[in-house]
């Protein structure tokens, strides 16, 4: 299996948002990944936005963007939409997250994937693209019931220790999940098991990706770069400017 860099920029900190529709949702989905990034980066920012949740839960998630993303500059934004009715609350998810864009321009989206049983993950996942077109977006799965598991496109290895690590503080930062049958060590790790296996790694979290960019010409890089920069709204041309049409 042929394994990409994350294209880290060289002047910045990585910027990193995550999505959830709940809290634990992130932290269940991608807490290997931030653990792992969190451990790599010597500079990191990260955005953490949660759209639903209780006063009790909310409280939970906050603890758990601070031990997932240790060291880490941690912005974190925790809203009120009406949890499991965020498809009829469309309109306030997609300005929830485009208010984020205003503020925060991530090099790496984490969020639920487009397939996802649960409406709330589905609504997120169909607003991401629209919002973040020009950044590597990657859909998180999170084991239910459902039996919705996909076919991923994408594999973030782990470490047994990272692996574990992330049970560990799923236990201690959502202690008020500890009674769902389903939230136990062998779901977890042995879904990390699983994709393990499948990319050759002791464990992994898996991603859907719906589009990226394979960049081999270093030059090319560049070009692009600069081509997105100019089409940005920051960087009109003059005759954009003035009203003025493509020439």
Excluded at 12 to 21: E, K, N, T
Excluded at 173 to 180: A, D, E, K, V
Aim: contains cysteine; glycine residues 8%; proline residues 7%.
């Amino acid at each position: 299996m042929l394994s990409l860099l994350l294209d880290v920029p060289e002047d910045r900190p990585l910027s990193v948002l995550a999505l959830g529709a709940h809290p634990d949702d992130i932290e269940i989905g991608a807490g290997g990944t931030l653990l792992s990034l969190a451990g790599s980066q010597s500079r990191l920012r990260a955005c953490y936005v949660v759209l639903t949740g209780t006063a009790e839960r909310q409280l939970e998630a906050r603890t758990a963007a601070a031990e997932f993303l240790p060291g880490a500059e941690l912005s974190i934004s925790l809203l009120n939409l009406p949890e499991g009715r965020l498809p009829a609350a469309w309109a306030d998810v997609k300005e929830a997250i485009e208010e984020v864009m205003m503020s925060f321009r991530p090099d790496l989206v984490i969020a639920p994937q487009s397939d996802d049983a649960h409406q709330d993950h589905r609504t997120i996942a169909e607003i991401v693209p629209t919002v973040f077109r020009d950044q590597l977006s990657l859909g998180y799965e999170i084991p239910k019931w459902d039996g919705d598991l996909s076919r991923p496109a994408v594999y973030v290895p782990l470490s047994a220790e990272v692996a574990r690590r992330k049970v560990e503080l799923l236990h201690t930062c959502f202690p008020s999940q500890r009674g769902r049958d389903w939230w136990d060590d062998e779901v977890f790790l042995g879904l990390g098991r699983l994709r393990g296996m499948e990319c050759r790694a002791p464990y992994a979290e898996a991603f859907a990706c719906a589009k990226a960019r394979l960049q081999i010409d270093p030059k090319l890089c560049a070009l692009a770069a600069a081509t997105a920069n100019l089409l940005s709204p920051g960087a009109r041309s003059p005759e954009h400017a003035g009203g003025g049409g493509v020439a």
